[in-house]
């Protein structure tokens, strides 16, 4: 898999994403929701970087902010030595045939007037790769490699089911040969049994022209099985990055413990045993998150300092990356 | 023990501009006191129409429940006028659906929508329903019962919404607990807490629990029983632990192996099951999970495979002995 010090393809340092709260007649800015709050990462050439935590916590955000989706508030995305954030026009076009998004929800993210081929040979017109007759052979062999039989260039989207959406989702996402591919949450809509088919088929590629993803996903377990590297969110900010195997065996922030013991084991000799830990209550708002440590109102290891210092991200063993005042004490939780 | 509830061979249909769909196909299982039984399947295969169905809440039309008999308390539901359904409805059976949203009704209170079924079925005066809504809200561990009960529902978060529809299918004490889905619009850590609720609901009321997921990490913590439905069919029926350690049917096989596990540490290719669930526009002559099946054999092109008998406790439909791979005997 990965080699040590792999090359890092992007960086990301200190981004922010605060997006104004608009009220009245004027419309003047009451206040921001804190979507994303100063996290920084790199992510190497070759891996799939799994982005985890639930709904609100600014996985989303920040995936759609490395591709400037949005436009961020504060930070720098830095791609092949370009920093993204500084970018205008037709040299962020370029930079956006190397980076690509699948997104979660096939029925909308393909539009329902355009054929198959309309929405995979799209990106192949506006980046000039290919005219006439050359969009539909590539539109064909496209689909050849997501598993799609190229006789559909010519449907629509509602003729094909979630999966087999999901799958022109991905053939339009390779279509520009791109570096790097955003997955937000590609597979949360779809069937069980077709997930293993779009997470297969998301491996294969990668495999074959050495992709490299970012992974966002609620689904513990699935990212466990498709990561290289996994980061924990919670309310805009990154509470634990590590090796997958290393979350998943020793994690050390109070979150992360919570978060997998939370996970339902599909096996009932496993769960019968099993003692959760329950993490009490709901997530806060980010329009006005907790002083200090983000997670200190749910946390059974909060203190007075939770409170008033935000805790530092800190790489507590070799890249594994923590942000908790109490981590070395956290290893009490998983033996209650 | 005889069943509390007994569902024999029910069928339901939908009238769409494509044709009929057959989404419930013969659908018969039984529900003991203070059992959990589990349902599971993918979108579309009939386990929420099959419930929904057992409660009269199937829209009709398009809908209409074409044959079979649901059996509570020496009565037949399928048979019983909106009125006295209404009745097991809100008293003897209570219900949680997956949207805590849209099951409140957004422009009364919490307290409202709670007091309401205690007047109507339970005959409590204002008060007295107060009294019970207070108990009742408290019971599902929502802080400070008396103020958040006078909250609309938009004022509560995704958890504590649920929080309260149960307390509402529980508050005139019901035999039976009927949950469809109820965390699959929660996250993770609130799907915790929701799953531990209903547990120690469950011992400290002893209601039986009809549980109907696509999660089967969830089932597996929380039932006694468990039905695999697939294509409106049941196609596996049996204890937990037996599904899980020794599933037989090919459509309960894959579903298992293709789920990658938070505690298997070790990273093995994913197996997925091809192809994609069928509609039925008409009841299958052959078996319906034949096209998408590796160990299909001649006979499965002919007949479709009874739910029968394979051993103590555990039904499976299908004419294969999965674990040889031949015709079973």
């Known amino acids: 898999m990965m080699k040590k010090n792999a090359e890092v393809l992007l960086r990301v340092e200190n981004l922010k994403m605060y997006f104004p709260i608009k009220r009245g007649v004027i419309q003047r800015t009451v206040g921001y929701v804190h ?6 990462f790199d992510v190497k050439r070759g891996e799939t970087l799994g982005l985890v935590g639930e709904s609100g916590c600014g996985k989303t955000t920040t995936g759609r902010t490395i591709l400037r989706l949005y436009e961020p508030t504060t930070g720098n995305i830095i791609f092949e030595g370009k920093d993204l954030t500084r970018l205008r026009g037709e040299e962020m076009r370029i930079i956006r045939r190397k980076i690509q998004m699948i997104f979660q929800d096939p029925y909308a993210s393909l539009n329902p007037r355009m054929t198959v081929e309309e929405i995979i040979g799209e990106p192949l017109i506006v980046h000039g790769l290919a005219q006439g007759q050359k969009i539909r052979e590539r539109v064909k ?3 050849t490699l997501v598993g799609l039989n190229p006789a559909y260039v010519d449907r629509y989207p509602h003729e094909f089911s979630g999966g087999q959406r999901q799958r022109i989702g991905v053939a339009r996402a390779i279509a520009l040969q791109p570096d790097l591919i955003v997955c ?6 779809l069937d069980v049994s077709i ?7 998301l491996e294969d590629l990668q495999r074959d022209f050495n992709l490299t993803y970012i992974f966002i996903a609620h689904d513990l377990s699935m990212v466990r099985h498709i990561s290289t590297r996994v980061i924990v969110m919670y309310l805009g ?17 109070p979150y992360t413990i919570g978060l997998l013991s939370a996970v339902p084991i599909p096996d009932p000799y496993v769960e019968e045993k099993r003692e959760r830990i329950i993490l009490a209550g709901d997530v806060p708002s980010p329009i006005n998150p907790p002083s200090g440590c983000r997670f200190r109102t749910r946390c059974p290891l909060a203190q007075q300092i939770c409170a008033e210092q935000r805790p530092a991200w800190q790489e507590v063993a070799p890249d594994h990356y923590v942000a908790c005042h109490f981590w070395q004490e956290s290893h009490s939780l998983k033996r209650r | 023990m005889s069943d509390l509830l007994n569902v024999a061979d029910l069928e339901t249909r939908f009238r769409t501009r494509e044709g009929v769909v057959h989404a419930v196909n013969g659908v018969s299982f039984g529900l003991k006191e203070g059992e959990t039984l589990g349902i599971v399947g993918e979108s579309g295969c009939g386990k929420s129409v099959s419930v929904l169905s057992v409660l009269g809440l199937i829209p009709m039309p398009p809908g209409e429940i074409t044959k079979g008999s649901v059996k509570f308390q020496g009565k037949d539901l399928l048979r019983l006028s909106q009125e006295e359904l209404r009745h097991v409805r809100g008293a003897q059976i209570g219900m949680v659906f997956q949207d805590p949203m849209t099951s409140f009704n957004p422009v009364h209170t919490i307290g409202k929508q709670l007091t309401e079924p205690l007047e109507i079925h339970l005959g409590m005066d204002k008060k007295q329903a107060w009294q019970r809504a207070v108990e009742l809200i408290d019971m599902v561990k929502i802080p400070n019962p008396e103020d958040r009960l006078k909250d609309y529902p938009h004022q509560f978060s995704g958890g504590m919404r649920q929080r309260a529809m149960i307390a ?14 109820p965390t699959t619009a929660l996250d993770v850590t609130i799907q915790a807490q929701i799953i531990d609720l209903v547990k120690s609901l469950k011992d400290e009321l002893g209601m039986a629990i009809i549980w109907i997921t696509h999660d089967l990490g969830v089932i597996a913590g929380l039932a006694e029983r468990v039905l695999v439905m697939y ?14 350690r020794n599933p037989q049917h090919p459509y309960t096989l894959g579903l298992l192996r293709s789920l990658p596990r938070l505690d298997m540490n070790e990273k093995k290719r994913l197996i997925s099951i091809d192809g994609v669930p069928p509609v039925l526009f008409k009841k299958p002559k052959i078996c319906p999970f034949v096209s998408r099946c590796s160990y299909r054999i001649e006979r499965c092109l002919k007949e479709n495979p009874k739910l029968s008998v394979v051993e103590d406790n555990h039904k499976v439909a299908c004419w294969v002995d999965t674990a040889i791979g031949k015709e079973r005997a």
Do not use: T, W
Not at chain 1, 184 to 189: C, G, H, K, L, Q
């Open chain 1, 35 to 40: 979507a994303v709050d100063d996290v920084s």
């Open chain 1, 141 to 143: 062999e496209l689909l």
């Open chain 1, 184 to 189: 937000d949450e590609p597979i949360s809509a």
């Open chain 1, 195 to 201: 997930q293993a088919q779009v997470v297969n088929l």
């Open chain 1, 237 to 253: 900010v990154f509470v634990e990055l590590a090796d997958r195997d290393m979350l998943y065996k020793n994690p050390l922030h």
């Open chain 2, 168 to 181: 509402m299918a529980l508050s005139c004490s019901p035999q039976i607990l009927i949950a469809d889905e």
């Open chain 2, 231 to 244: 294509a409106g069919y049941i196609v596996e029926e049996s204890s937990v632990k037996n599904i899980y």
